[in-house]
């Protein structure tokens, strides 16, 4: 895996204006910017009048819940729209809309019926949610190693694979597509279900496929950190009529309503005991605004990420962030490894000097050294997933991840906004150039 520089070159130090030779701020040289550089949340930045006026017709209607409203003869729409749209951007037959991330990751492991008994391979490096969706199946998680891209590892996945595997969850972080292609090709080999977590990742894509279509079913978080946000919400999409009525069934208490009954066509499952992870009509009215505006917000921010690669290129010793597909990437961010933590931690340090922060990989955790993952602790300890005797016998800590932690130690990257001027680029390019020398030279 990669990162092909020939995508940047030819413009390579075009934005630098400060010489590599500068002293460095922390030294008492003078900063690039007078003011520290932020990078601020991606969907609220593009609010204006449309989320305002779907808001307000859901108002003017007194109709937020999405199934009916005041008036039962006419059913409410701003969910039921966004689900549609959502979808055809995704490039899938079917979309569902949801309380949060993490309830949509419950819903699909539910769509899949994963459940005691089942493993299910994540990243060790993720989100809380993907670890505890599975736990919360009563399912077994098994925490592979991230590669330099910082997503699952496909050299690592199979000597994980049991009989008893059954989904491999490629899980796409921090703005950056998985290797797919290695991923799907094992998971056909062991025939198991894949399971793509979108959420950080939501409008990249991997060789021109919107991420979420590849696998079986795909999973979004809209929170206020993701690409587009009402705040909290989540999204559940596949092209798998089956799996979508399960979705559909466990998030609303086992039963299927229209508008998705028109959508199915037919039902053809059984009711089953569910939950409640109903998406209102304020979150739809805001998510309907912003889907309609996710393209412009990924071709804003690739174009800001764009510059600053374009701006390092020609650095020497230039290590960036694996990239399994560059042009499918988000951008959110542009990392930089070293070769150990000690020359990261100066390049943070000397970065912070320079008002342009950067900052480690974040956003997720190292599963396997949480104390609470450690120990196995769920809501009740007689919890499925820990009392049989693959539950009892699996081991987490950091001595079950190390390559994920060497590598997680060793990389910075600069937060990218994509509203970003093409003054902020020029002073992210002239920070890294003026730094990064610094920092190999030792």
């Known amino acids: 895996?990669?990162?092909?520089?020939?995508?940047?070159?030819?413009?390579?130090?075009?934005?630098?204006?400060t010489p590599a030779s500068a002293r460095l701020a922390i030294d008492g040289g003078t900063p690039v910017r007078a003011k520290p550089l932020q990078a601020r949340l991606y969907g609220p930045l593009y609010y204006n009048q449309m989320e305002w006026d779907f808001l307000r017709e859901v108002w003017e209607a007194r109709a937020p819940f999405?199934?009916?409203?005041?008036?039962?003869?006419?059913?409410?729409?701003?969910?039921?729209?966004?689900?549609?749209?959502?979808?055809?951007?995704?490039?899938?037959?079917?979309a569902l809309g949801v309380t949060s991330g993490t309830a949509a990751l419950q819903v699909a492991l539910a769509a899949l019926e994963i459940g005691p008994g089942d493993e299910v391979i994540v990243p060790a490096w993720t989100w809380h949610s993907c670890f505890n969706a599975v736990v919360m199946a009563g399912a077994l998680p098994i925490c592979a190693e991230i590669d330099s891209s910082f997503n699952l590892d496909p050299a690592d996945v199979e000597r994980h694979i049991t009989p008893r595997t059954r989904v491999l969850m490629a899980v796409h972080l921090q703005g950056n597509p998985a290797n797919m292609?290695?991923?799907?090709?094992?998971?056909?080999k062991h025939k198991l279900r894949v399971l793509e977590d979108v959420s950080q990742s939501v409008g990249a894509s991997y060789r021109g496929k919107p991420l979420g279509k590849m696998g079986d079913i795909a999973i979004a978080s809209l929170q206020v950190n993701k690409t587009i946000s009402a705040g909290e919400g989540g999204a559940v999409y596949t092209s798998d009529a089956g799996l979508f009525e399960r979705a559909i069934r466990f998030h609303d208490v086992g039963t299927v309503r229209a508008p998705h009954t028109t959508w199915l066509g037919s039902t053809q499952g059984e009711a089953f005991i569910g939950v409640n992870y109903r998406m209102n009509e304020f979150s739809g009215a805001v998510l309907l605004a912003q889907i309609r505006k996710l393209p412009q917000v990924v071709g804003d921010i690739r174009a800001v990420a764009r510059r600053v690669y374009e701006g390092i290129a020609d650095l020497k010793?230039?290590?960036?962030?694996?990239?399994?597909?560059?042009?499918?990437?988000?951008?959110?961010?542009?990392?930089?490894g070293f070769p150990g933590r000690s020359q990261r931690d100066r390049f943070l340090s000397?970065?912070?000097a320079e008002n342009?922060?950067?900052?480690?990989?974040?956003?997720?955790?190292?599963?396997?050294?949480?104390?609470?993952?450690?120990?196995?602790?769920?809501?009740?300890?007689?919890?499925?997933?820990?009392?049989?005797p693959a539950g009892r016998a699996v081991r987490y800590g950091v001595e079950t991840c190390p390559r994920s932690a060497a590598i997680l130690d060793r990389f910075a990257g600069v937060s990218l906004d994509p509203k970003f001027t093409e003054a902020d680029t020029r002073d992210i390019v002239n920070a890294i150039r003026k730094v990064h020398p610094a920092i190999m030279a030792g």
């Open 350 to 352: 000397a970065m912070k």
């Open 1 to 17: 895996m990669v990162f092909s520089r020939r995508l940047f070159l030819g413009s390579a130090a075009a934005l630098a204006t």
């Open 317 to 336: 010793q230039l290590e960036l962030r694996g990239l399994p597909d560059p042009a499918g990437e988000l951008g959110s961010a542009v990392f930089v």
């Open 356 to 388: 342009v922060p950067a900052s480690p990989p974040s956003g997720s955790v190292l599963l396997p050294t949480q104390p609470h993952i450690i120990a196995k602790r769920a809501t009740h300890p007689n919890w499925p997933t820990w009392t049989s």
């Open 181 to 188: 292609e290695a991923l799907l090709a094992i998971a056909r």
């Open 66 to 94: 999405r199934f009916w409203g005041m008036d039962r003869s006419v059913m409410p729409a701003k969910v039921a729209t966004f689900e549609r749209e959502f979808a055809t951007f995704m490039q899938t037959r079917f």
